[in-house]
């Protein structure tokens, strides 16, 4: 009797990624890549399982909630890493003499959080860093924003924002104002501006912080200062007069701003936005985040920030660094949306027919012929009927076919048949196939 | 009073990968995408973490005991997978009328298995498999080696021999002479003939499976043969005679032998050879391992064979298909003790070192232009002493550097150093850096 089937699922917030989703999720890894080595950041890995204390040292009762940990064969208290920052910290501890500083590296890698599955969000996720280690100054602040914005065209965005803004303005006007104590508060309150509106914002942080009207107003005029760079920086001086801290953040946003003048970036593309307070308790001086112009409501899709001390759990060493995470799912997610991701399941552009298995070592050799130009070309396994070959062709999403058979061959040619029209053109092809190849890489453009 | 530091560590049979190791890693997996995608196989993914039903189902008792398998927070009884195949065959079976069949895939992923570690061996490794499901055409027997054959070319080797043979023949045989169930002895004894001679081989298949003198002669004579492609298979003809099931394994190995030879691949690259015997109980067809010629002690780097039922424990649905893996870990070792792989740190050839603060965004922009050439440029984050940025630029491995100061940048000029012979020239620059590109380009070939 043959043993009960095992029912085929995925657990609960798992995923798997069929073709039509991993060729562009791959795509856009390599892109990542691409642009990250091109300015010098080096891959690493590291393990997706550590010694627990390792991932908890600096985690939060959240973190360690959601974490997966579990005992190994051998005993050890063992965990899934939950992000790529703790084991880049733990990394860098380890490492330090052998990297060397700068030490500039990029980590695309799988993470897992064991949190409650709820629309978009999923217990195993990939992340994609970059950052640089070891140095405070700021060619590499302005270095981060030149990769984000690079990486953003390179996908093929034109329509996007870059936002930037520095932490030590807020603080050091918080310093001035006497309200350092209070900042989680301020910024809590500074938050709900949007919703709630200027009056309330100001009435509960003067319930909260003591703060006088005064103080309130110059905190709630840095949150609505807008405009240009030019402006944004003209219209932070005054404000950040009387704060050394605050001043040396608006010259870390001067240098940018310069800086991105220079390389010709547009207002536009990378704005100086005051109001962003991303990740209050780890970021001390410029933070990151990136928007669609055409889906602003997903959020930002890559963000990140400078930090004074990366590896303070595990070594004396201090390591001041920057850098940024591109949101992978998110941005996928908003490439379907807008429709900038084609539906094929197939790499290959070009499927040569099996029309007669007799001429099958010609099909093989046509097709080995096209790679040698650079074409992925498939040939089809079977000498099935010519239908059920060009139904398999359209489902994947192949562009063009090669047919082919006795007279074709008697003659040196081949078809080309274009499946989005339906055209098919006789093409003539010699020992290697450069005829055909140049038709189809035109064809294909 | 501070908290103690924690050590800095990582599990044992696990590896962080530094910048050396993980740039040909890297590039090994491009590699290898772009080959497989070159012939029409598409990505796939499928979660770390499945039920341990899913895994356990086909598992013999040893990949059990070596599965690291845990509760999860929500009681459910996971385990993190341990191959790419029994997570393709679940794959396969839950999405079978999705993908359509014949379904092409490459699957380049990190497995864990718990066993001891020892050298060369990891608890961590990744696994790099393409598989053909859903024809049992030859077209994808052939495929399968091609790829292979494609596959060692563009990493790197010449000198490489693919072994091929086809388990009908020894199978054929078996039946012929009676000795179907005595399968696995016969190849446990015919394992040890290049250890203990053909004698000791006789007597021991005497003693365990009762077969004549001239059955065992007609075994060992398989076992025996060499030469090219031609000769293997004029040598097998007589023996394969009387078997139905031989005749069609050699029939199977002439249709690879001839398209091999349609594809210009030379007789010691593509080998077929009798001896080897892989995959005992789950291969039926085809079979293939890749030695290197130069290192031939580490082992089959690239291995696979056709099967005839991929997800029987899954699904009704009959799934025959074929497929290979490629061992990146092994190649890589073998790749670094023939010297194949450069020491750089860096995916980047050129530094552009930071002379003088004042001019970073000329730095920045001559890093920009070039890179809009293809070209991967770093500039040094600090305006440090030129000899610790040259230290730097030495110990990761660039290749030039380019050193501008005030009276550079007067004459419209940069210096390029090249670190291999510490020569220098003078590049001129105008505003889009073409010819300093050409020239870095041309160096760096």
């Given at each position: 009797?043959?043993?009960?089937?095992?029912?085929?699922?995925?657990?609960?917030?798992?995923?798997?990624?069929?073709?039509a989703?991993?060729?562009?999720?791959?795509?856009?890894?390599?892109?990542?890549?691409?642009?990250?080595?091109?300015?010098?950041?080096?891959?690493?890995?590291?393990?997706?399982?550590?010694?627990?204390?390792?991932?908890?040292?600096?985690?939060?009762?959240?973190?360690?909630?959601?974490?997966?940990?579990?005992?190994?064969?051998?005993?050890?208290?063992?965990?899934?890493?939950?992000?790529?920052?703790?084991?880049?910290?733990?990394?860098?501890?380890?490492?330090?003499?052998?990297?060397?500083?700068?030490?500039?590296?990029?980590?695309?890698?799988?993470?897992?959080?064991?949190?409650?599955?709820?629309?978009?969000?999923?217990?195993?996720?990939?992340?994609?860093?970059?950052?640089?280690?070891?140095?405070?100054?700021?060619?590499?602040?302005?270095?981060?924003?030149?990769?984000?914005?690079?990486?953003?065209?390179?996908?093929?965005?034109?329509?996007?924002?870059?936002?930037?803004?520095?932490?030590?303005?807020?603080?050091?006007?918080?310093?001035?104002?006497?309200?350092?104590?209070?900042?989680?508060?301020?910024?809590?309150?500074?938050?709900?501006?949007?919703?709630?509106?200027?009056?309330?914002?100001?009435?509960?942080?003067?319930?909260?912080?003591?703060?006088?009207?005064?103080?309130?107003?110059?905190?709630?005029?840095?949150?609505?200062?807008?405009?240009?760079?030019?402006?944004?920086?003209?219209?932070?001086?005054?404000?950040?007069?009387?704060?050394?801290?605050?001043?040396?953040?608006?010259?870390?946003?001067?240098?940018?701003?310069?800086?991105?003048?220079?390389?010709?970036?547009?207002?536009?593309?990378?704005?100086?936005?005051?109001?962003?307070?991303?990740?209050?308790?780890?970021?001390?001086?410029?933070?990151?985040?990136?928007?669609?112009?055409?889906?602003?409501?997903?959020?930002?899709?890559?963000?990140?920030?400078?930090?004074?001390?990366?590896?303070?759990?595990?070594?004396?060493?201090?390591?001041?660094?920057?850098?940024?995470?591109?949101?992978?799912?998110?941005?996928?997610?908003?490439?379907?949306?807008?429709?900038?991701?084609p539906t094929t399941k197939t790499p290959a552009d070009v499927m040569v027919v099996q029309f007669d298995?007799?001429?099958?070592?010609?099909y093989?050799?046509i097709a080995?012929?096209l790679?040698?130009?650079?074409l992925k070309v498939e040939v089809f396994?079977d000498a099935k009927k010519l239908n059920q070959q060009f139904k398999y062709a359209d489902r994947r999403g192949f562009r063009a076919v090669i047919i082919a058979g006795?007279d074709e061959f008697?003659s040196?040619q081949v078809q080309v048949k274009w499946l989005n029209d339906g055209s098919q053109t006789s093409v003539p092809i010699?020992?290697?196939a450069?005829e055909l190849a140049e038709m189809l890489a035109s064809g294909l453009k």
């Amino acid at each position: 009797m043959p043993e009960p089937l095992i029912k085929p699922r995925t657990l609960s917030g798992f995923r798997d990624f069929l073709p039509a989703a991993m060729i562009p999720r791959e795509q856009l890894m390599e892109t990542a890549r691409k642009v990250y080595r091109s300015y010098g950041f080096a891959p690493i890995d590291t393990p997706t399982l550590e010694h627990a204390d390792i991932l908890c040292g600096k985690g939060s009762d959240e973190t360690d909630r959601q974490m997966y940990r579990f005992e190994d064969n051998g005993g050890r208290d063992v965990g899934m890493r939950f992000d790529l920052t703790v084991p880049l910290a733990r990394f860098v501890a380890q490492h330090a003499s052998e990297l060397g500083m700068p030490f500039k590296r990029y980590h695309i890698a799988t993470v897992w959080r064991g949190e409650r599955p709820q629309a978009g969000r999923y217990r195993e996720f990939a992340q994609c860093d970059f950052d640089t280690i070891g140095t405070t100054s700021i060619a590499s602040d302005i270095e981060t924003g030149l990769v984000v914005f690079d990486l953003m065209k390179a996908i093929g965005f034109d329509r996007f924002s870059i936002r930037i803004n520095n932490r030590k303005v807020l603080n050091g006007l918080l310093n001035k104002s006497g309200l350092a104590e209070h900042s989680v508060a301020v910024l809590r309150a500074l938050d709900k501006l949007p919703k709630i509106g200027r009056e309330k914002v100001h009435a509960e942080m003067n319930d909260v912080t003591g703060a006088s009207a005064n103080q309130i107003d110059q905190i709630l005029q840095l949150a609505e200062i807008s405009g240009d760079r030019d402006s944004v920086l003209s219209q932070l001086e005054p404000i950040c007069s009387g704060s050394e801290l605050a001043q040396e953040g608006l010259q870390q946003l001067r240098d940018i701003s310069s800086a991105a003048d220079s390389a010709g970036i547009e207002d536009h593309n990378l704005q100086i936005d005051v109001s962003i307070a991303r990740g209050l308790d780890y970021y001390t001086g410029t933070i990151y985040e990136t928007f669609l112009d055409d889906l602003p409501s997903i959020g930002s899709v890559c963000s990140g920030g400078r930090y004074d001390n990366l590896a303070q759990l595990y070594t004396k060493q201090q390591l001041p660094g920057i850098g940024a995470s591109l949101g992978l799912d998110r941005l996928l997610a908003a490439m379907q949306t807008l429709e900038m991701i084609p539906t094929t399941k197939t790499p290959a552009d070009v499927m040569v027919v099996q029309f007669d298995s007799t001429y099958l070592n010609r099909y093989i050799s046509i097709a080995r012929s096209l790679r040698t130009f650079g074409l992925k070309v498939e040939v089809f396994p079977d000498a099935k009927k010519l239908n059920q070959q060009f139904k398999y062709a359209d489902r994947r999403g192949f562009r063009a076919v090669i047919i082919a058979g006795a007279d074709e061959f008697e003659s040196n040619q081949v078809q080309v048949k274009w499946l989005n029209d339906g055209s098919q053109t006789s093409v003539p092809i010699d020992d290697d196939a450069k005829e055909l190849a140049e038709m189809l890489a035109s064809g294909l453009k």
